[in-house]
């Protein structure tokens, strides 16, 4: 199960650079899959910073979620390319303080916290404080994150009282990983609440999807006046909310409580999920 969610997303992302390889024909036939994506995304962006087209670096969850795939790659083919590649992300938005650039930490968006899944690796390997002092102030963020009354993580202090599929990818996988490495043991039973909250709040017995949004005010102009639900169902956030379960338990202590119900979530997404496949192609 390990890292199944996150693989899963990270070849979706990355599919749109299949045909750069530079390798000769013969040898392309002896490169696997993952790594002809990944030297596809090398060659269109050869600093990781670019990605999405960007003009100049920014801390975002999507460079975040290509250049922990990277890290992914190295450790799985042992090739530092991908490491050196990887690096080049983290040096060019860290500071010599630690300071993260580009983020504005008062907006207490919960898409901040996503790349910080690569400082790990790099502390780890280096040893660098630069790479501590970032991971605290991720870490500080979601502790002084806006939050529902049942605890849930606002998904940006711009929308106030308002859980999104998608941000339990954003920040869930992180503090569970960081508690893991840093020994915060308090974390576990807020990442439990995190997922097992918005579950029960967005899912739809009916079709065996979540729905995308859920406003506990229920103000917002898309939000059901009694459910306080988005409308629609979006295959990408579901698609995020996946990968958050399972990543999650990679740094969950096997026997703590809640898990099973992280579990249950898991079958549940699964059996909702596969109603809607293609039959002949699985998509």
Request: net charge positive.
């Given at each position: 199960m390990k890292k199944t969610g996150f693989n899963i997303i990270c070849s979706l992302l990355l599919a749109g650079g299949m045909?750069?390889?530079t390798a000769t024909s013969k040898q392309a036939e002896e490169i696997k899959w993952s790594e002809r994506m990944a030297q596809s995304?090398?060659?269109?962006?050869?600093?990781?910073?670019?990605?999405?087209k960007a003009k100049k670096p920014r801390w975002g969850y999507t460079h975040g979620l290509v250049v922990k795939s990277m890290l992914e790659e190295w450790k799985h083919t042992g090739d530092t390319a991908y490491y050196n590649y990887a690096k080049i992300y983290a040096d060019s938005l860290i500071d010599t303080e630690g300071r993260i650039?580009?983020?504005?930490?008062?907006?207490?968006?919960?898409d901040n916290i996503n790349a910080g899944k690569i400082l790990f690796d790099f502390y780890e390997k280096t040893g660098d404080s630069r790479y501590k002092v970032a991971m605290d102030t991720l870490r500080k963020q979601l502790t002084e994150q806006p939050r529902t009354?049942?605890?849930?993580f606002w998904h940006k202090l711009i929308y106030p009282h308002q859980m999104w599929l998608d941000g339990i990818f954003m920040a869930s996988p992180?503090?569970?990983?960081?508690?893991?490495?840093?020994?915060?043991?308090?974390?576990?039973?807020?990442?439990?609440?995190?997922?097992?909250?918005?579950?029960?709040?967005?899912?739809?017995?009916?079709?065996?999807?979540?729905?995308?949004g859920w406003d506990e005010s229920k103000k917002q102009i898309w939000a059901n006046k009694e459910t306080g639900c988005s409308p629609?169902?979006?295959?990408?956030?579901?698609?995020?909310y996946a990968a958050a379960v399972v990543d999650v338990l990679d740094y969950m202590p096997a026997q703590f409580e809640g898990r099973d119900s992280i579990m249950t979530?898991?079958?549940?997404?699964?059996e909702g999920i596969v109603k809607y496949q293609e039959p002949e192609t699985g998509v």
């Open positions: 045909c750069a390889c995304e090398m060659q269109r962006f050869p600093e990781p910073w670019m990605i999405e650039k580009t983020m504005k930490y008062l907006s207490f968006n919960i009354s049942e605890g849930g992180y503090l569970a990983q960081y508690g893991n490495v840093f020994k915060d043991t308090m974390v576990n039973a807020d990442i439990v609440n995190q997922i097992t909250l918005i579950a029960r709040k967005t899912y739809d017995s009916k079709t065996g999807l979540y729905y995308h629609n169902f979006w295959s990408r956030s579901i698609g995020w979530i898991i079958n549940t997404l699964a």
